[in-house]
C-alpha cells in the first residue's frame, strides 16, 4: 500500500495568513493526488484534484501544487471558514490511501 | 446535481454482518465508479473499496477483502456494501461516493452526509 503523510498535524493561524500543508507520498503517484476539507460532523469535501485542479466551486484562494512524491496544499489567505481539517489521497493505486489529515484552526 | 443517501441499520451485533445501500438521486449510476470509505470516530478517513457501474471492475482494500462485497442495483440506481463477522473495529461513519474517473485522477467528487454504524451487542 502507498503510504501519505501529512504534515504538520494541526497548525493555527490567523485570518488572511498564508497556509502550507504538505503531504508526501511513499513512491511516485506522478500527479494523482486529490485533497478534501472535512467540517465536524460533516462529510469530506473535493478541494483539488490531479495535484492542482480547482474542483467547481472551490475559492481561488485554495491551490495545490507538487509532482512525483511531494505535494503542497495552500491556502493563500486564510478565512474563518476554512478552519476544518484537510485530508490528501493518492488515486495512483488501490488500495486508495489518505493522509492522516491536518486539522486547521483559524485564530 | 448529484445526491447520494446511505441508508441501513445504525447497530449491528459483533459477528453479524453489516449491509448498508447508498441511493444516488440527480444522476444515474451509468459511466461512474462508485466507493464506499469509512471514517472511525476520531479518526482518518479510510478507502473500503469500489465497483463500476455495470457491476465490473471491483476492488477491495486488502485487510477487508475476505469479509467485504460491494454490488450494484441499475435499476434501482443504488450500489450496496456488504462487510461481513463484523468487531467493534468496524464501528465507524460509513460513506457512499462517486469517483470521477477519468479526470486525471480518480477524485471522490460526490459524497453521501454519512451514516454512523456502531457494532455492539
Known amino acids: 500500500d502507498i503510504q501519505m503523510t501529512q504534515s504538520p498535524s494541526s497548525l493555527s493561524a490567523p485570518v488572511g495568513d498564508r497556509v502550507t500543508i504538505s503531504c508526501r507520498a511513499s513512491?511516485?503517484?506522478?500527479?494523482?493526488l486529490n485533497w478534501y476539507q472535512q467540517k465536524p460532523g460533516k462529510a469530506p469535501k473535493l478541494l483539488i484534484y490531479?495535484?492542482?485542479t480547482l474542483h467547481s466551486g472551490v475559492p481561488s484562494r485554495f491551490s495545490g501544487s507538487g509532482s512525483g512524491a511531494d505535494f503542497t496544499l495552500i491556502i493563500s489567505s486564510l478565512q474563518p471558514e476554512d478552519s476544518a481539517t484537510y485530508y490528501c489521497?493518492?488515486?495512483?493505486?488501490?488500495?486508495?490511501?489518505f493522509g492522516q489529515g491536518t486539522k486547521v484552526e483559524v485564530q | 446535481q448529484v445526491l447520494l443517501q446511505e441508508s441501513g441499520p445504525g447497530l449491528v451485533k459483533p459477528s453479524e454482518t453489516l449491509s448498508l445501500t447508498c441511493t444516488v438521486s440527480g444522476g444515474s449510476l451509468t459511466g461512474y465508479y462508485w466507493s464506499w470509505i469509512r471514517q472511525p470516530p476520531g479518526k482518518g478517513l479510510e478507502w473500503i473499496g469500489h465497483?463500476?457501474?455495470?457491476?465490473?471492475?471491483?476492488s477491495y482494500d486488502p485487510s477487508l477483502r475476505s469479509r467485504v462485497s460491494i454490488s450494484v442495483d441499475t435499476s434501482k440506481n443504488q450500489f450496496s456494501l456488504r462487510l461481513t463477522s463484523v468487531s467493534a473495529a468496524d464501528t465507524a461513519v460509513y460513506y457512499c461516493?462517486?469517483?470521477?474517473?477519468?479526470?486525471?485522477?480518480?477524485?471522490?467528487?460526490?459524497w453521501g452526509q454519512g451514516t454512523l454504524v456502531t457494532v455492539s451487542s
Open positions: 513512491q511516485t503517484i506522478r500527479n494523482f
Open positions: 490531479a495535484t492542482s
Open positions: 461516493a462517486r469517483v470521477l474517473y477519468g479526470s486525471g485522477s480518480s477524485p471522490f467528487d460526490y
Open positions: 465497483i463500476y457501474y455495470n457491476s465490473e471492475f471491483a
Open positions: 489521497q493518492q488515486s495512483h493505486t488501490t488500495p486508495r490511501t
